[in-house]
Nanobody, 125 residues
């Protein structure tokens, strides 16, 4: 069983930056492709970014491309989401997720088997 704990959310002004962290325990992080999703009030959970097990392949939603960067440190069992040029429409609860799949480019919630509890990101205009 793998446990995921997100941190780093908060309130930031538009144009600002945040770095989210996802600490993984229970199993070795290097076994999993990892993803970040978000869910705004009244909306479905949507894909943000994903990274493969070795960290050399990433995929982003069009809405965050060139602003967000996903990375991982397998030695620290931690995955990161660096968010720059934040916009009010980025406001959501952000979730970290782990996939047993060994490939890359997983953008569906169905591809992931373990989820964190989420961290709130609020961007003020």
């Amino acid at each position: 069983q793998v446990q995921l704990v997100e941190s780093g959310g908060g309130l930031v002004q538009a144009g600002g930056s945040l770095r989210l962290s996802c600490a993984v325990s229970g199993r070795t992080l290097s076994r999993y492709a990892m993803g970040w999703f978000r869910q705004a009030p009244g909306k479905e959970r949507e894909f943000v970014a994903t990274i493969n097990t070795s960290g050399d392949f990433t995929t982003y939603a069009d809405s965050v491309k060139a602003r967000f960067t996903i990375s991982r440190d397998n030695a620290k069992n931690t995955v990161y989401l660096h968010m720059n040029s934040l916009k009010p429409e980025d406001t959501a609860i952000y979730y970290c997720a782990a996939s047993f799949s060994s490939g890359s480019g997983y953008t569906s919630t169905a591809d992931y088997h373990s989820w964190g509890q989420g961290t709130q990101v609020t961007v003020s205009s």
